[in-house]
Nanobody, 130 residues
Framework: QVQLVEAGGGLVQSGGSLRLACTASGRTFTNYAMGWCRQAPGKERELLAAISRRSGYSTYYPDSMKGRFTISRDNDKNTVYLQMNSLKPEDTAVYYC??????????????????????WGQGTLVTVSS
């Protein structure tokens, strides 16, 4: 079992930046691809970014998320990060960390109802004020 704990959420003004962190424990971190998703009230959970296991050589961003979000991982710290810039009020949501042995699983889960991501964190709230 993998435990994921997110940190770094909070209140930020429009145009500001935040860096979220997700620390994993319980299994070998490098065996897992990682991802960040968010869910706003009344909306579906959406993928923001994903990164491959081991070195994190491959990253994926949905077209709608390219430019403002950057995912990275530090295997020595068992942590994956999401740097968020130029935040907008519509970015207000609960942000979740995801882990799965297969990067493709994280990439397709929003559109493939038959896909299940193995592990989720409990989320951290990001609120962007106007």
């Amino acid at each position: 079992q993998v435990q994921l704990v997110e940190a770094g959420g909070g209140l930020v003004q429009s145009g500001g930046s935040l860096r979220l962190a997700c620390t994993a424990s319980g299994r070998t971190f490098t065996n897992y691809a990682m991802g960040w998703c968010r869910q706003a009230p009344g909306k579906e959970r959406e993928l923001l970014a994903a990164i491959s296991r081991r070195s994190g050589y491959s990253t994926y961003y949905p077209d709608s998320m390219k430019g403002r979000f950057t995912i990275s991982r530090d295997n020595d710290k068992n942590t994956v990060y999401l740097q968020m810039n130029s935040l907008k009020p519509e970015d207000t949501a609960v942000y979740y960390c995801a882990a799965d042995p297969v990067l493709h699983t994280i990439v397709v889960f929003p559109t493939d109802t038959g896909t299940t991501v193995e592990h989720w964190g409990q989320g951290t709230l990001v609120t962007v004020s106007s």
